[in-house]
């Protein structure tokens, strides 16, 4: 971007009564989030930041971008959360690539109900889950599959994890406006929400039985994983488009140490492991199996 092109995007975000997001401040926070998230921010997303985190530095009362480098070196992970979120984009719905969950239901659900039935654990981690609507998709696939097969006994949970306090607030509370529902259907809107009343007529609850099945955790998948696995199946869709090659490589190395032979891991449908990972086999749309030792 030439000298003059970045003094616009500076002038424009001065003209909306914000200060500027200096060179100095710009490349501290590229490097940051490199390090901390593993997202890579070009030149090209530098009005996009300065924007986003205006937000920030109001709702922190912070009088500039300098004063708010200077937050992120004293505590990192005080804000690390917040500034991940923001600079994110969390677009996720109720059954989202809809295949995913349809492979689940007639496919993979019967098979390891049938294996596990009579003694063993069926767990799923949602990676990335954002605002919920992913685990509890999950949740509602996996309940009408334990009844079907009269396994409501069956040691089976779904560990969703996301890096924004955000995100996850709204996740843990789990309540949607009625139109985000859309991906639902009727029957399941009747089944699995409870709808609101008065002030909150144009909102809905997830059923307390799905929460049942879900632990909704912070993590930030570049540090340490607390959790030792292994997963049946992993969801980290429409997250590593954030990331280079090497963090891709690494995460999907990661990943497969946390899947049995024969396990799955599902991508977004803009992501591919091709040419990052020699572990998986692609068995459908953006569908990887672990392939066996």
């Known amino acids: 971007m030439s000298m003059a092109a970045t003094m616009d995007n500076q002038a424009g975000v001065a003209a909306m009564g914000g200060p500027s997001l200096g060179n100095a401040e710009f490349e501290f926070l590229r490097t940051f989030v490199y390090e901390q998230c593993g997202i890579s921010l070009g030149?090209?997303?530098?009005?996009l930041v300065q924007g986003r985190l205006l937000r920030?530095?109001?709702?922190l009362k912070l009088r500039d971008f300098q004063a708010y480098c200077e937050l992120l070196r004293r505590d990192p992970q005080q804000e690390l959360g917040e500034l991940a979120s923001a600079i994110s984009?969390?677009?996720?719905?109720?059954?989202?690539?809809?295949?995913?969950?349809?492979?689940?239901?007639?496919e993979l659900l019967p098979r390891w109900?049938?294996?596990?039935?009579?003694?063993?654990?069926?767990?799923?981690?949602?990676a990335g889950c954002a605002t919920g609507e992913e685990p509890y998709t999950l949740a509602m696939v996996l309940a009408e599959a334990l009844e079907k097969h009269n396994a409501n006994g069956l040691d089976a949970k779904i560990l969703a994890t996301d890096l924004s306090p955000q995100a996850l607030e709204t996740a843990r509370k789990g309540v949607y406006a009625l139109d985000r529902l859309e991906g639902v259907s009727e029957e399941r809107r009747r089944r699995w929400f409870l709808r609101g009343e008065g002030e909150y007529a144009d909102y809905a609850c997830v059923n307390p039985r799905l929460r049942e099945l879900i632990s909704i955790l912070p993590l930030n998948l570049l540090h340490d994983w607390p959790m030792q696995?292994?997963?049946?199946?992993?969801?980290?869709?429409?997250?590593?488009?954030?990331?280079?090659?090497?963090t891709k490589q690494r995460l999907f190395q990661r990943y497969a140490g946390l899947l049995p032979d024969g396990g799955y891991l599902f991508l977004g449908h803009s992501e591919s492991m091709y040419g990052l990972n020699d572990s998986f086999d692609l068995i459908g749309r953006t569908v990887y199996r672990k392939r066996s030792a």
């Not at 199946?233 to 090659?245: E, G, P, S, T």
């Open 43 to 47: 030149e090209h997303k530098r009005q």
């Open 56 to 59: 920030r530095l109001r709702a």
């Open 89 to 106: 984009t969390n677009v996720t719905a109720f059954f989202r690539e809809s295949h995913h969950f349809d492979l689940l239901r007639d």
């Open 113 to 126: 109900i049938s294996e596990k039935k009579n003694g063993g654990r069926l767990r799923i981690w949602s």
């Open 229 to 246: 696995g292994p997963f049946d199946a992993i969801f980290c869709r429409n997250v590593v488009i954030y990331f280079d090659k090497p």
